[in-house]
C-alpha cells in the first residue's frame, strides 16, 4: 500500500452529457491512475425516472387519463430511450478508459440520479465518488440543489466534485 493510503482505492465517476463530467473523468485518469490500478474504475450513468402517471388535457379542455396500454408503452418507450443513452455515456466514457489502459465496471440504474448514484457507491463499495460539477453559484444551487451537493451529504465516501469555471 502506498503511503497515503490511496493505493487500491475503488473510485467511482459519475458520467452524463454534461461535458464537466467528461472532465471528471479526465481528471481521475490523469491523477488517480495509480490508485485505480489493481481495481477496475467505476463508472456510473444515471437514467432518469420515467413516470407513468400522465394527464392529457382533452380538445375541450378537460383532463383525461390515458388509456393504460398507451401510457405504458409511452413509458416502456421513454425507458428504453433512456437505457439506450445511458448505454452510449458508458460506451464513450469506456473508450476514453480503455485509451489510458484503465480497466472499467460500468454500471447504469434508472432512478432519481442522487439516490441511484449513492445507492450504487454503497453496492459497490466505492471509497471514493468523483463528480463533474459546474459552477453554478451558491444562491442558484441552493434554490435549485444539485445532485452533486445530495451526494456529498449523502454517500457513504469521500467525494470530490471536479469544478468546469467555464
Not at 380538445?59 to 396500454?69: M, T
Request: hydrophobic letters at 45%; one cysteine or more; charged letters at 20%.
Amino acid at each position: 500500500m502506498e503511503k497515503d493510503g490511496r493505493a487500491n482505492m475503488k473510485v467511482m465517476v459519475v458520467i452524463d452529457e454534461r461535458e464537466c463530467s467528461y472532465l471528471a473523468l479526465m481528471w481521475v485518469l490523469d491523477f488517480l491512475k495509480e490508485s485505480i490500478k489493481h481495481s477496475p474504475l467505476v463508472i456510473f450513468a444515471a437514467q432518469p425516472p420515467t413516470n407513468c402517471n400522465y394527464v392529457v388535457s382533452s380538445a375541450v379542455g378537460f383532463a383525461r387519463i390515458c388509456p393504460l396500454s398507451a401510457t405504458m408503452d409511452l413509458f416502456n418507450s421513454v425507458q428504453q430511450q433512456n437505457k439506450k443513452v445511458a448505454l452510449g455515456l458508458l460506451e464513450k466514457a469506456e473508450r476514453i478508459c480503455a485509451s489510458k489502459g484503465v480497466i472499467v465496471e460500468a454500471i447504469t440504474e434508472a432512478g432519481y440520479p442522487e439516490e441511484v448514484i449513492c445507492d450504487a457507491v454503497q453496492k459497490c463499495g466505492v471509497n471514493l465518488l468523483v463528480i463533474g460539477d459546474k459552477e453554478n453559484g451558491n444562491i442558484k444551487r441552493a434554490l435549485q440543489g444539485s445532485v452533486s451537493s445530495y451526494c456529498v451529504q449523502d454517500a457513504k465516501c469521500q467525494v470530490l466534485l471536479v469544478r468546469n469555471k467555464a
